[in-house]
């Protein structure tokens, strides 16, 4: 199958999927796979892990239903396969109240690992809104995201955008806070 006619979304709904999406090096191949098919030899060298462990997370993708094969060819008498995303966008479930959200933990791990030279916009900002605003301002967000993942060309450098809009959880402080 052609990646251009892979489904737009996949929700991750299985306990077996939710398991494979919390592993960081298979958030890292999944990343490896958003734009263009890659071979296990490929993955490993993008992701820095031996061919054997980089094998064993795309089984376990694979297993998942989050990747899947979409070419074979035929190298020294060895069937060389292509890897790519089941689906355009994986949608997770929300987590549950106090859950940590695996997406923002794997976010963090990877801005924590890219070199602080390399170009990091981080900002966080408190802000006050109305409920329209609130919405407003998230389907801004999703909107815009969208837009610069159009304009993405496999052929460029890597980036990651995340963000979160979400209302704090009133009248808790915060581990350590003074009272």
């Known amino acids: 199958m052609p990646t251009d006619e892979l ?14 999406v919390s592993s960081l090096t298979r958030h ?20 820095g892990l031996a061919k054997g462990s980089s094998s064993y997370h795309v ?5 998942a239903g989050l990747v899947k094969v979409v070419r074979t060819r035929k190298v020294r008498g060895v069937t060389e396969r292509y890897y790519a995303m089941a689906a ?24 924590e690992a890219a070199p ?7 900002r966080m900002a408190h802000l006050r809104l109305t409920e329209d605003q609130f ?4 389907a801004r967000l999703e909107a815009l995201a969208d837009e610069y993942r159009e304009l993405s060309d496999p052929s460029l450098p890597d980036a990651s955008l995340v963000f979160a809009l979400f209302r704090p959880a009133r009248g808790e402080q915060a581990e350590g806070e003074v009272k």
């Open 59 to 63: 089984r376990l993708l694979e297993r």
């Open 7 to 20: 489904p737009e979304t996949l929700h991750v709904t299985t306990d077996e999927q939710l398991r494979a």
């Open 88 to 111: 355009r966008t994986l949608v997770l479930p929300d987590p549950g109240e106090g859950g940590p959200d695996v997406l923002m933990r794997h976010a963090v791990a990877d801005l």
């Open 28 to 47: 890292r191949i999944m990343a490896v796979l958003r734009f263009e098919p890659a071979t296990i030899t490929q993955i490993a060298e993008r992701v």
């Open 116 to 122: 602080a030279d390399g170009g990091r916009h981080v």
């Open 135 to 138: 919405a407003e301002l998230g």
